[in-house]
């Protein structure tokens, strides 16, 4: 199982906000990926806001956009189902690549929730739904959240 060896997150984020950047595409799991994420986020004291996008290749461009705008953890949610075309390597790979260099390039926390799973089955065992045996959207928002506060405390100890 993909979950094995995960750490526990306990934190406590009062006051933080989170910018959720979520795909429209398969609407079931991605509803259970929202869910999870606003749970996490609720768990931790944090307030969110929803941002939806058509897919998943969209969201490093609106990732982007609220790190330029300051903010402070984006959790960036989307389903890619493997089919019988490349589509799905450059999907993938354009997703992860852009993510990455807004994280790095913004010095953001970016929470990554894009399941690439080969059947829609493995993304709904993932998607945080009754009967799932993972919940990868308040996953995303606990590493987030984790790495968010980390930054503050590098940037309150060593400018």
Not at 48 to 55: C, L, N, S, T, Y
Not at 110 to 122: M, P
């Given at each position: 199982?993909?979950g ?17 950047v ?18 996490a ?26 790190a330029?705008?300051?903010a ?11 089919g019988?075309?490349?589509h ?44 799932s ?21 590098i ?5």
């Open positions: 199982m993909s094995q060896g995960a750490p526990s997150l306990s934190i406590d984020a009062k006051g933080a906000i989170v910018d959720v979520a795909s429209q595409w398969h609407t079931t799991i991605m509803d259970g990926l929202v869910a999870g994420a606003l749970a986020v609720e768990r931790a004291g944090a307030t969110a806001r929803v941002w939806r996008v058509p897919g998943a290749f969209e969201l490093p461009v609106v990732a982007e956009r609220l330029r705008s300051g402070e953890a984006i959790v960036c949610l989307g389903v890619v189902v493997r019988g075309t490349p799905f390597e450059y999907v993938c790979d354009a997703v992860t690549r852009g993510l990455t260099d807004v994280a790095r390039c913004h010095a953001v926390a970016v929470g990554f929730g894009i399941l690439t799973t080969d059947t829609e089955q493995q993304a709904l065992d993932r998607a945080g739904l009754p009967g045996s993972e919940d990868k959207g308040a996953e995303a928002v606990e590493a987030a959240l984790a790495t968010s506060a980390l930054m503050r405390d940037t309150s100890q060593l400018g």
